[in-house]
């Protein structure tokens, strides 16, 4: 069954305080590895798919990685509005209709 | 250029009632799926509508049921709610063949 634990839970940053968000997963056959942004009360909002490993995409302060067993979402100098949560999700060969969620990490940047 | 529309925003329920909940895909999506995000949790896949019909489910009981339309707008429907049900659901449209899914706001369930 396919698995995504993303780590930490939470993250507290000052700032202009860069860090790193992290996407373990298990799937079999993988045919995308997305990221979104989840602002409370509200729906997820796309960011970046990734397919293969090696690949990498930027927006602005935000670049995702990926290799065979996990994801990376860097965030460079961070600002206040960066503050949300940020899901980590698989679709897999077998569930190809279905993403699969990790439970997110909840990211606060204080000014 | 209208996203995913979803309706009510919020809705409070008691125990053993019948819920409806509503979506219409973004413009030019003809795939709607369904999920169910419980508070602090990533959301959880229900079922996925293509062409009027359920094409992938989800580990949820037969209590959850769903509908497409012709214009493509889905419709969920949950019976006999129960307080775990209390969660935000979540629309999400695509096109057939893409990867990439656009979700609504949701509607905040509470049961009570």
């Known amino acids: 069954e396919d698995q995504v634990t993303q780590s930490p839970e939470a993250l507290r940053l000052q700032e202009g305080e860069s860090s790193s968000l992290n996407c373990s997963y298990t799937v079999s056959g993988l045919r995308g590895l997305f990221w979104y942004r989840q602002d409370p009360g509200k729906g997820p909002e796309f960011l970046f798919t990734l397919y293969s490993a090696g690949e990498e995409k930027e927006k602005e302060r935000l670049k995702a990685t990926l290799t065979k067993k996990e994801s990376f979402l860097h965030i460079t100098a961070p600002k206040p509005e960066d503050s949300a949560t940020y899901l980590c999700a698989v679709r897999g060969e077998q569930g190809a209709q279905k993403l699969v969620f990790g439970q997110g990490t909840r990211l606060t940047i204080n000014p | 250029d209208a996203g995913v529309t979803q309706s009510p925003t919020h809705l409070i329920k008691t125990r053993g009632q019948q819920v409806t909940l509503r979506c219409s895909p973004k413009?030019?999506?003809?795939?709607v799926s369904w999920y169910q995000q419980a508070l602090g949790q990533g959301p959880q896949f229900i079922f996925q509508y293509y062409e009027e019909e359920e094409r992938q489910r989800g580990n949820f009981p037969d209590r959850f049921s769903g509908h497409q339309f012709p214009n493509y707008s889905s419709e969920l429907n949950v019976n006999a709610l129960l307080l775990g049900d209390s969660a935000l659901y979540l629309c999400?449209?695509?096109?057939?063949?893409?990867?990439?899914?656009?979700f609504g706001s949701g509607t905040r369930l509470t049961v009570v």
């Open positions: 999400a449209s695509s096109l057939p063949g893409t990867y990439g899914y656009t």
């Open positions: 413009s030019g999506h003809d795939t």
